[in-house]
Nanobody, 115 residues
């Protein structure tokens, strides 16, 4: 099982980024996928989750209306479109899948929102 995140970087407040997570080693279309984030000195928190078909999504209150999670089951990839970014969105963003009760994580991608 491999999850590889990309797309992070430095962006000014109000800017946008699109994160990608390429998955392999399991039947991607059978599983819900999630994005989490962890800021320095804070616990890892759930940002967004998407059902296996993509028809159902959930978001943390702090990102509702600004972030959009989506997936392409033909490419085994899940995305996180982040708009209207704020300094408090600065964190390492992780892709996640729960396989047979065990959470699997990517290596993370750093997002820094700063002027």
């Amino acid at each position: 099982v491999q999850l590889v995140e990309s797309g992070g970087g430095l962006v000014q407040p109000g800017g946008s980024l699109r994160l990608s997570c390429a998955a392999s080693g399991f039947t991607f279309s059978n599983y819900y996928m999630s994005w989490y984030r962890q800021a320095p000195g804070k616990e890892r928190e759930l940002v967004a989750r998407i059902s296996n078909t993509g028809r159902s999504t959930n978001y943390a209150d702090t990102v509702m209306g600004r972030f959009t999670i989506s997936r392409d089951n033909t490419k085994n990839t899940v995305y996180l479109q982040m708009n209207s970014l704020k300094p408090e969105d600065t964190a390492i963003y992780y892709c996640n899948v729960l396989l047979f009760g065990t959470p699997r994580w990517g290596q993370g991608t750093q997002v820094t929102v700063s002027s």
